[in-house]
T-cell receptor, first 114, second 112 residues
């Protein structure tokens, strides 16, 4: 199956700092999503980004599908950004869809101190 | 509120028992996915239903089964429970496969 590797595994920041999280995947994908799991366990969808660049407030993401990686940028971090960030991907099937079977990476644990 | 409703939020049960977890997808979403999150295995895909029919299967144990009803809500049935089944079970929904997922808040299952 497809391999998803996220780096770094842990990241500790002071409030206001910027950071970049990376997701490498081992095969061509047609579905890539970034999620934030907050300290209460809720999984929040940040981006659906199989290719290209998107921005949402202080967060932005870029996926270079041909080189099999995606980056999540967090600017001016806040304590509420703490939690685990997951990258998840799905392979296309013979019909071109992915059947939605997302494979998750192990996550990056982000801690933002005030 | 994400729009995906999971019940119950917490469940404590004994080994050997059977439980049912319920999920109501976001309005308009036809796909429902079930995931298991444990400390050692991370987030694992279990099964997907699309508009009432099973569409994809992951590493779902034979003791586990699921279905999606005509009103699109879904149930995950876990039987002959073992201590190792203790985990957070998430349901997610989407309009189609190639769209973003919306996750529910999860059901925390503890088997004692």
């Amino acid at each position: 199956g497809i391999q998803v590797e996220q780096s770094p595994p842990d990241l500790i920041l002071q409030e206001g700092a910027n950071s970049t999280l990376r997701c490498n995947f081992s095969d061509s994908v047609n579905n890539l999503q970034w999620f934030h799991q907050n300290p209460w366990g809720q999984l929040i969808n940040l981006f659906y980004i199989p290719s290209g660049t998107k921005q949402n407030g202080r967060l932005s993401a870029t996926t270079v599908a041909t080189e099999r990686y995606s980056l999540l940028y967090i600017s001016s971090s806040q304590t509420t950004d703490s939690g685990v960030y997951f990258c998840a991907v799905a392979l296309p099937n013979a019909g071109g869809t992915s059947y939605g079977k997302l494979t998750f990476g192990q996550g990056t644990i982000l801690t933002v101190h005030p | 509120d994400s729009g995906v409703t999971q019940t119950p939020k917490h469940l404590i049960t004994a080994t050997g028992q059977r439980v049912t977890l319920r999920c109501s997808p976001r309005s308009g979403d036809l796909s429902v996915y079930w995931y298991q999150q444990s400390l050692d295995q991370g987030l694992q895909f279990l099964i997907q239903y699309y508009n009432g029919e099973e569409r994809a299967k992951g590493n779902i144990l034979e003791r586990f089964s699921a279905q999606q009803f005509p009103d699109l809500h879904s149930e995950l049935n876990l039987s002959s429970l073992e201590l190792g089944d203790s985990a957070l079970y998430f349901c997610a929904s989407s309009v189609e496969d190639s769209y973003g997922y919306t996750f529910g808040s999860g059901t925390r299952l503890t088997v004692v």
